[in-house]
């Protein structure tokens, strides 16, 4: 088995490129270049990439989202402390961004013969996000498959086992996966800031997983 | 209504830009520059454009299909001459173009506040491209209903209206479309070349139809 896989450098797709390593899978990793406020993460999924010995692709769409008003790439816009339910974090919504990565990844793995695009979304993604539910995951299977010639499939494994965050840090922890390496925080300062809605999300993965947090945060250094 | 318009510069576009303007839909224009061959389609979808006096927008995606070995991305692959259902206009597709096009304009859609995407895909198009196929378009529909917050939708109106190229000529000539601006042929030269898969479309969609070609042809010129 074959395929590529979206890596974005954070966390959900670190443990899943080092779960489908494990199994034996040739993993292809692709990263976007998509205007991101930095490039923290593209930075973490090159480690990644480095530390699973995968081939790596970083591919350049800057140009794409430009009227695009999210916190995530245009710097007028504050990145939203909280939690990923509050009314806020809609200034982290990039339209269609995974319909996008993952119409690119499809033509990709077309032409280079590859069999999947692996997906690391999984059943705790949040309602803010669309195109991270499963009826959209459904959809895309379906529009991809009619695509091209039928070769190749859209695998989300996290939402066929129906694993939530702390499922998938458990995962992680028991493969070996370089989660140290991965980076969430939507700031792209030296640490992670730890408020805002993704480090948030990530420190309670790990609480929640009972596994200890690698992760070096601003506010909780500022804590201790 | 208004919406954004996947402008090639082929013959198809031009006449759905035309018949939407004339209809009083506010249209924005969409071309990408994906590693053609050639820039003269995306030169004509500007000439369009600015004949219709709509607003358009080029976008630079080259590093998406640099693994594509097509004739119309790779110039180590020769344009194959002859119809399209040959099995040599295999040659011709690039994968999953349409989905990669179509999801990018929805992003946009989204972000700009507008309401539809516009695709001039047709009844006649063919069954090597299968992201011209009707299923196509009714799984496009979905994915992006669910990929955003359900304001955008995907309207491909010759579709709806059982539409083949002959149809859009008739139309085209009926609204005064600037079709002689438009460009479908796989080589960039001066002229159209006549020979290649949609050279041989464009000239029997005007005979088909009844109405005089603009079209200047190489082969044409030759037989004469």
Known sequence: MNGILLLSGGLDSCVLA??????????????????????????????????LKIQHHIIDIWSVFTHTH???????VKVPEGHYEDAS???????????????IASSMAEA???????????????AIYPDCRPDFIEALKHVVALSGYGKVKVCAPF???????????????????PMGASWSCYNGRAK???????????????CN????????????????
Chains 1, 2 share one sequence.
């Open 18 to 51: 080092s779960s489908l390593v494990n199994q034996g899978v040739e993993v292809v990793a692709l990263s976007f270049l998509y205007g991101q406020r930095h490039t923290k993460e593209v930075e973490a999924a090159d480690k990644i990439s480095k530390a």
């Open 70 to 76: 999210s916190a995530l790439t245009d710097l007028g």
């Open 89 to 103: 974090m809609r200034l982290t919504v990039v339209p269609c961004r995974n319909l996008v990565f993952a119409s």
């Open 112 to 126: 280079m013969g590859l069999e999947c695009v692996f997906l690391a979304v999984h059943s705790g993604d949040h």
């Open 159 to 177: 939402i066929e086992h129906g694993m939530n965050k702390a499922d998938i840090v458990m995962l992680g922890s028991r493969i070996g996966a």
């Open 192 to 206: 992670h800031c730890g408020v805002c809605g993704t480090c948030v999300e990530r420190k309670e993965a790990f």
């Open 209 to 224: 997983a009972g596994i200890e947090d690698p992760t070096k945060y601003e506010a909780h250094d500022a804590e201790h």
